[in-house]
């Protein structure tokens, strides 16, 4: 009839028994994934490679022939004024992009990456169909902004990125994405530049007065849609890597191991009814109650601060065993004489109690606390905007982005414009060619030198590196007009290569240090708050690159005239974009993701 012992176990909660815990959370199942010793997720970064493709061709196919689409529109009063209206059209998908990224980053953190990615390729498939048939300049603006409205993967796709590997593994699935990134600036100049206008080029194809002749834009779109079919169906059937753990669920799971985990057996005098069993579980903190902005939703702070209290006001219980040791502690000793009679407690029995109730104390606190710590976890969680170094990450890809647009917009610009307005009176073949070439260098880069530059110097010095030597190089473009020949054609490749493989450094970098600044559950909020921020300077890149571009070419004066001044005007946004590089606004220990204990801070 003696007591038994209390076998109060904890058990641990590892990444690989999450999946039979929550098994209705996509993210526990793909876990492994993320394993120190997993190998390298071939099969999801070859779809993330092709997601990327998808969303990077629209954007860099229609350079090439902007110019001569804008003047087919005749909505130009002269040629000078083209500059201002290829502006407009370059800047819509970034307003649209800019208007809505950050609801989409908050639709990947609460319905999963996936269903995102999928939505922005269908938009890919609708919209930019739509701008190849148009034929006035709203309707090739009006596609442009509902194209970057409904494409909010690139954000997700640089969150997933991070989320399907591990932590030795990140350089590489970085660099992946800006690989085919620069691969998209590849192939997307030369669709437009070798595809546009194909009555024109390959009148023995596409006669006179066929679909080509009419639709002179509309085979690139074509070609475009014909990758994002594909690449649609294998999205389709990536792992999801969202955590999903509500309230209700972890309610479930503490109920299993309640029934399972840990059990106290019941004392011979004790009735088996009085019988419960107990366990330990930590408080978990869930990302999909998180509103990605900060604290949890209200309603749901709420929700758990009443749950937590009523734990407070339910007896322990340990209170129930002392209060029924105490009665029949005083029964047994009004009793003296029938204390050693079947059924009733010794005084071995009463100590073993003592022991066990301690034991039992301890573990009912455990389990009073666990939705408080997910409450005050929920609290703690701090906003996007108050993370210093998410935001100084962010600085630096919005100005980056804002001078890589309008240089985009004004090289080829400045390239096809006539001699005689300051230009290099350049063909769009020869356009697509220079950057074709210039993307080619930098896909070998990335494949080749970007993942050890960035464990070598870590991604914030590389991107400070390039950013210095950029500035630098964009002193040598305003002296291409006195060269001629084969000489102009040698020198503005140079200058094309190595501007394009010092941007994708900086553009990669950045993506490695918005995703170092916040912990997993706000990745994707954090990416479609950059998405979101920096679509904005991109919008204004191109409208303000164009309007600067055709402003300079009416100026001449003796200070900055004409390209000097365009010029001039992209290395300023350069040099602030090297101050932002500079401790301590943006701080080394980016170099590696911020523990998941933290909120984005260090001391």
Not at 574 to 579: A, E, H, S, Y
């Amino acid at each position: 009839m003696s007591g038994m012992a209390v076998d109060v176990e904890q058990p641990l909660l590892e990444e690989k028994a999450r999946a039979l815990e929550y098994p209705n959370c996509p993210g526990c199942k793909n876990s492994y994934l993320q394993d120190a010793d997993a190998k390298l997720p071939l099969r999801e970064l070859a779809t993330l490679a092709a997601l990327t493709l998808v969303n990077a061709l629209p954007i860099s196919s229609l350079y090439p022939f902007l110019y001569f689409m804008v003047r087919d529109f005749n909505v130009a009063k002269s040629e000078k004024d083209i500059g201002f209206y290829a502006g407009y059209i370059g800047s819509a998908f970034m307003v649209g992009r800019f208007l809505t990224s950050v609801h989409w980053g908050m639709a990947a953190d609460k319905y999963g990456r996936v269903p995102v990615m999928c939505i922005g390729v269908i938009s890919v498939i609708v919209f930019h169909t739509m701008f190849g048939v148009s034929t006035t300049f709203w309707m090739a603006l009006i596609s442009r902004f509902l194209l970057g409205s409904f494409n909010g993967m690139l954000g997700t796709v640089k969150a997933y990125a991070a989320e399907v590997c591990s932590e030795r593994h990140q350089a590489i699935s970085v660099s992946i994405v800006g690989t085919v990134w620069g691969l998209g600036l590849i192939i997307g100049p030369a669709m437009g530049g070798y595809f546009s206008q194909p009555a024109i080029k390959y009148p023995n194809l596409f006669p006179p007065g066929s679909l080509f002749d009419r639709y002179a834009y509309l085979l690139p779109s074509l070609l475009v849609v014909a990758i994002a079919f594909p690449t649609l169906y294998i999205t389709l059937h990536l792992p999801e890597t969202l955590h999903r753990h509500d309230i209700e669920e972890v309610d479930k799971v503490e109920v299993v191991k309640d029934e399972t985990s840990v059990s106290l057996p019941i004392p011979g005098n004790m009735s088996r009814s009085g019988s419960r069993k107990y366990s330990v579980c930590e408080g978990m903190e869930s990302p999909a109650l998180i509103s990605p902005f900060g604290s949890m939703p209200e309603d749901n702070l709420q929700h758990l601060e009443r749950r937590s209290q009523n734990f407070e006001r339910v007896p322990s219980r340990s209170s129930s065993l002392r209060s029924r040791r105490d009665n029949e502690e005083d029964h047994i000793d009004a009793c003296d004489g029938y204390k050693d009679l079947p059924g009733m407690d010794t005084a071995k029995d009463t100590q073993e109690y003592q022991v066990d109730s301690t034991h039992v104390e301890e573990e009912n606190k455990l389990v009073a606390t666990s939705e408080q710590k997910l409450f005050r976890a929920a609290k703690k969680k701090k906003s996007l905007f108050a993370s210093k170094p998410l935001m100084a990450s962010i600085a630096v890809y919005c100005l980056w982005s804002l001078h890589d647009m309008a240089y985009t917009e004004i090289f080829s610009l400045w390239c096809v414009s006539p001699s005689a307005n300051g230009g290099l009176d350049l063909t769009t073949t020869d356009v697509g060619q220079i950057l074709a070439l210039s993307g080619f260098t930098m896909l070998l880069f990335q494949l080749f030198a970007f993942a050890s530059l960035v464990n070598l110097m870590g991604a914030v010095r590389l991107s400070q590196v390039a950013a210095v030597l950029t500035f630098f190089l964009m002193a040598a473009y305003p002296f291409m007009t006195m060269l001629h020949g084969m000489t102009l054609w040698v020198v503005l490749n140079i200058l094309s290569v190595l501007k394009n493989i010092f941007g994708t450094a900086i553009f990669t970098s950045t993506f490695i240090l918005v995703n170092n600044s916040v912990t997993q559950d706000q990745r994707g909020a954090a990416n479609g708050l950059a998405m979101s921020l920096v679509s904005l300077f991109k919008a204004i890149g191109p409208a303000g690159g164009g309007s600067i571009f055709a402003w300079a070419q009416r100026r001449q004066s003796d200070f900055l005239p004409g390209n000097q001044l365009v010029f001039f005007s992209l290395a300023v946004v350069v040099l602030l974009t090297i101050i932002c590089t500079c401790e301590p606004i943006l701080p080394r220990y980016l170099d590696r993701p911020i523990p998941a204990d933290t909120n984005g801070d260090k001391e």
